[in-house]
């Protein structure tokens, strides 16, 4: 919202057209979520309201906002501890459990994302190469399910290689992950 304010005064339903625009539509927003998030921008100093009553509010953005929107956009995305993640999870259980074919449960989720893969090089295809929002999105889309099929296979490869007194064993209370720590 900050960002988008930054080019000038909007209402609330102006802001939500721009915002799924720029994001190549993949995020819609209920309207009610946009104007519950300007009363808490507004509220905590980072926009301003023309004051009127109605649909046709019309919020700017505050110096404070506008720094807070610079803090932002130079703030790295935390990566500290790792996302939970249902695959990993479903691996690491599925590795646990007698009787399952790990190997296979893997080949499952993995054509899966290649079959996902294949529908976002279709839509990439279909584009017009002036919708940049959407490209950046299918792109990163791309790229990340990409990195789910390597983890896949990186994963099968060591799960085919421990050895048999691990599978099924109870598993050993290990340090947690810490990154980022120096």
């Known amino acids: 919202m ?3 304010l930054s080019e000038g005064s909007k ?3 102006q802001l939500r057209q721009e915002f799924e625009a720029r994001t190549g539509e993949v995020w819609p ?14 509220r905590d100093g980072l926009v301003a309201s023309d ?11 505050t110096p404070d906002g506008a720094e807070e929107l610079a803090t932002w956009l130079r703030t790295p995305p935390d990566v500290v501890p790792p996302p939970r993640d249902e695959l990993v999870m479903k691996v690491l259980v599925a590795a646990r459990l007698p009787g399952i074919d ?4 893997l080949q499952v989720h993995r ?11 279709h839509l990439k295809g279909e584009m017009s ?4 929002e959407l490209g950046l999105v299918v792109d990163s889309e791309l790229f990340r399910i990409e990195a789910i099929v390597r983890w896949i296979d990186a994963a099968d490869a060591r799960l085919k290689h421990r050895p048999p007194s691990n599978r099924g064993a109870t598993v050993p209370r ?9």
């Open 102 to 105: 790990v190997s296979e449960l």
């Open 51 to 61: 004051g009127s009553d109605g649909p046709q509010n019309v919020f700017s953005i």
């Open 2 to 4: 900050l960002a988008l």
């Open 29 to 42: 927003l209920n309207v009610g979520q946009v104007y519950t998030t300007l009363q808490r921008l507004e």
């Open 129 to 132: 190469p002036d919708d940049v």
């Open 174 to 182: 290990r340090r947690r992950i810490r990154l980022g720590e120096r």
């Open 11 to 13: 209402y609330g339903l």
């Open 111 to 121: 054509r899966h994302m290649v079959e996902a893969m294949q529908d976002y090089t």
